[in-house]
């Protein structure tokens, strides 16, 4: 009945009666749109993740000296007949087309003293379309996408003796999925489009960072698609913000970025690092 002054609750509980402190009530869309501030580059930018993915870049023509052959009508010459021609200089900012035409690249590349005992180096090259790296012999070596997708390639250990090194990379004049007008696959191709050379840079990655961005991005997504009430996305957001101040109270060190890969384990496992973390005790279907 009403009116009791004594507890039913058993006396050798373990429960606890009243919290440690003050809990004030998260507000979740507050929460929530605070994970955009982390990997942007607006307003906060540089108090975030970004300014910390690269650790150096050079461009130019003291590190990169890049000339061109362009086939005639256009042509599809083989590795052997592209570039037994001559060659003529040019510079990143320049545009190549039109639609469906290819575009030679002699790269000359000296690795700058700066950066060449740095952990990890790569050429970023970027001119919105799709491109092929070949080795000065011939060797097809790997794919480019352009737009800000896979632009990067992982420079050779050979590279950092202070050298000059030499290869190739076949442009193409259309996207990943033709050349549409203004994005509109259903349309008929535009045939005059031109492509501007955006990028040629040697950059030094910092791999942890660069790790750290695609586990923030992972649980991000899950704290932003799960449905709200459930525990998936409450616990996605607790990490993401957990994250978020570990990274501040640290001023985003090295160390810092090296804790917050730890609380993100809490979400994604230990075995995020490695290709056990696609592992499943289960039976395909």
Known sequence: ????????????????????????????HIAKERLGQ???DGQYGQQGLLPKLYE??????????????????????????ATSHDFEPTTVG??????????????QLTVPSNLKDKKHLELHWD????????????HPLQGLTGDGERTEWVLPE????????MF?????????????????????????????LKKADVVAVNLEARALYFDFWIIGDAAREFPEDSWEEHEALQVCNSIMDAFVAGNGSKDSIQQ??????????????SAEVYGTSKEAI
Request: proline share 8%; net charge positive; glycine share 10%.
């Open 260 to 273: 917050c890969r730890k609380i993100a384990r809490r979400y994604l496992g230990d075995d995020v690092d």
């Open 1 to 28: 009945m009403g009116g009791e002054t004594q507890s039913r609750m058993s006396s050798n509980s373990n429960y606890p009666k009243l919290s440690a402190g003050p809990v004030g009530k998260q507000i979740h």
């Open 56 to 81: 150096g870049r050079a461009s130019g023509e003291s590190c990169i000296k890049l000339s061109v052959y362009s086939p005639p009508n256009l042509s599809r010459p083989t590795f052997k007949d």
């Open 38 to 40: 982390f990997t942007s």
């Open 127 to 138: 001119a919105n379309n799709e491109g092929l790296i070949w080795t000065k012999d011939g």
């Open 94 to 107: 320049k545009e190549f087309g039109p639609s469906w035409s290819t575009h030679w690249f002699k790269v």
């Open 158 to 165: 050979s590279f950092r003796d202070g050298k000059e090194h």
């Open 168 to 196: 190739y990379i076949e442009m193409a004049c259309n996207g990943m999925f033709g050349n549409p007008p203004r994005g509109d696959q259903i349309q008929p191709p535009k045939p005059d489009k031109y492509f501007k």
